[in-house]
């Protein structure tokens, strides 16, 4: 019996996140326990915990997601406003 996903089109994932997520966590985690064991150093660790709890999924979004499109729309991409005084 094969179980097919609702959305043929959307990305694989697995539990939480996405493949290439749990790729990025696993080698983050890796180096992040290097450094911890060879050299004592602890923030690679939080930051590998801080990415992996901003870049779970619920219903397609991540709170990452939501971040970048914040940042896009108020940071990165130029809003104009041209005000004219007419008569």
């Given at each position: 019996?094969?179980?097919?996903?609702?959305?043929?089109?959307?990305?694989?994932?697995?539990?939480?996140?996405?493949?290439?997520?749990?790729?990025?966590?696993?080698?983050?985690?890796?180096?992040?326990?290097?450094?911890?064991?060879?050299?004592?150093?602890?923030?690679?660790?939080?930051?590998?915990?801080?990415?992996?709890?901003?870049?779970?999924?619920?219903?397609?979004?991540?709170?990452?997601?939501?971040i970048?499109?914040?940042?896009?729309?108020l940071?990165?991409?130029?809003?104009?406003?041209?005000?004219?005084?007419?008569?």
């Open positions: 019996m094969y179980i097919y996903p609702d959305n043929l089109k959307s990305k694989a994932t697995l539990w939480l996140w996405q493949l290439r997520d749990i790729g990025i966590i696993g080698i983050c985690a890796v180096v992040s326990i290097l450094a911890l064991t060879q050299a004592g150093f602890f923030p690679p660790l939080v930051l590998t915990g801080v990415f992996a709890f901003l870049s779970i999924r619920f219903e397609d979004t991540s709170i990452l997601d939501f970048r499109y914040a940042c896009a729309f940071f990165i991409h130029q809003q104009l406003y041209e005000w004219r005084y007419t008569e």
